[in-house]
């Protein structure tokens, strides 16, 4: 438990952990990940992307690399460090460490202890960690976004990734309680959130109170969710009047799960995205006076401590 706050806190030595996950797949994330990695790269700050997309790796692609035979496998099995996986690429600043990809079968990721995987993390020569995730609310995507310094969520403006982004919410809040509640206690609020959801609960849910009445938890590691808020990137966005989209789904998440979250901003849709790939140039670097690029120069100012920021530019 001692390990996994101080994992958690961004005043550690080491690099900063970026985190970036979504509910639903194809929204964007590795897009968001890599733009978000030369955006930071491009301020003169040196950064490794970790491809912990542990179904679909596709860094090295969004890169336009081929895929590296040294690749997270190794250090899953033991049989090379972290630090030795790390590859540069031709951009500078930035390296990666290649995702799982040369297996056929899905990738047993049983063995991976994630605490110590972020442990790991922090111990890399570097100012930034981002790290590219599977969609979803797998056990180990969720514990990677809850030990991260900053957790980007992004969703796409579709209902059908809307609707997984609330469920990602809801699941990494209940994730995060888990092990800070007794098992009868968690088993409860299940029950109750579900009676919920299916309308036999009679009245409305709220964490915040649920968790004051009920025996078995505390308060404040709900209360430290909103203090390290889950940061809501809008992807694909094709009008003006969707960017709005994003801050309500931020009031949704006050409304009904009493939690802060940071709407980051929207990033366009665009063709020159899909059409880098197939030419394998990332289209930060074929096109970098696109708007895309002060969108993620934006949201990087934001996320970037204000004292580092001085330092930069
Ligand atoms: N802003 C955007 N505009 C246009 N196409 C995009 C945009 N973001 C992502 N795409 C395209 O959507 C597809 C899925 O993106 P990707 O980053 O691989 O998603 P994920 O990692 O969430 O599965 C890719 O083909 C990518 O080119
Ligand atoms: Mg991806």
């Known amino acids: 438990m001692e390990l996994i706050e101080k994992i958690g806190s961004s005043t550690d030595e080491g690099p900063k952990i970026w985190a970036v996950s979504s509910g639903k797949g194809g929204v964007g994330k590795t897009f968001v990940s890599t733009s978000l990695a030369f955006t930071l790269s491009k301020l003169g700050h040196s950064v490794i992307i970790a491809d912990l997309d542990f179904s679909g790796a596709n860094v090295h692609t969004a890169l336009g690399l081929r895929p590296s035979h040294l690749n997270i496998r190794h250090y899953i099995e033991g049989s090379k460090s972290l630090n030795e996986l790390v590859i540069p690429t031709p951009f500078p600043h930035l390296s990666y460490v290649q995702g799982y990809w040369d297996t056929w079968s899905p990738a047993d990721i049983s063995s991976l202890n994630t605490q110590v995987l972020m442990q790991d993390l922090k111990k890399l020569k570097a100012d930034y960690i981002i790290i590219d ?15 991260a310094d900053e957790k980007i969520l992004v969703t796409s403006t ?8 609330y469920r ?34 009679g009245k409305p849910f709220s964490f915040r109170s649920y968790l004051k009445e009920s025996e078995g938890f505390t308060l404040e590691p709900f209360l430290a969710l909103s203090r390290q808020p889950v940061r809501l990137v809008l992807n694909s966005v094709r009008s003006q009047s969707l960017v709005e989209l994003g801050y309500s789904m931020k009031s949704v ?29 990332p289209v930060l670097i074929a096109q970098p006076f696109t708007p895309l690029a002060g969108q993620f120069l934006a949201m990087c100012k934001h996320l970037i401590d204000p004292e580092e920021l001085r330092a930069v530019v």
């Open 253 to 281: 998440c006050y409304k009904y799960y009493d939690l802060r979250i940071d709407y980051v901003g929207g990033l366009d849709y665009d063709n020159a995205v899909w059409q880098s790939i197939k030419n394998r140039e």
């Open 168 to 201: 990602f919410i809801e699941n990494f809040i209940c994730y995060s309680l888990k092990d800070k509640s007794t098992p009868e206690a968690f088993n409860s609020l299940i029950k109750t959130l579900r009676d919920y959801r299916q309308r036999i609960l």
């Open 133 to 147: 995730t599977g969609a979803g609310t797998t056990e180990k995507y969720l514990d990677i976004f809850r030990f």
């Open 158 to 165: 579709e209902p059908t990734s809307i609707e997984k982004t």
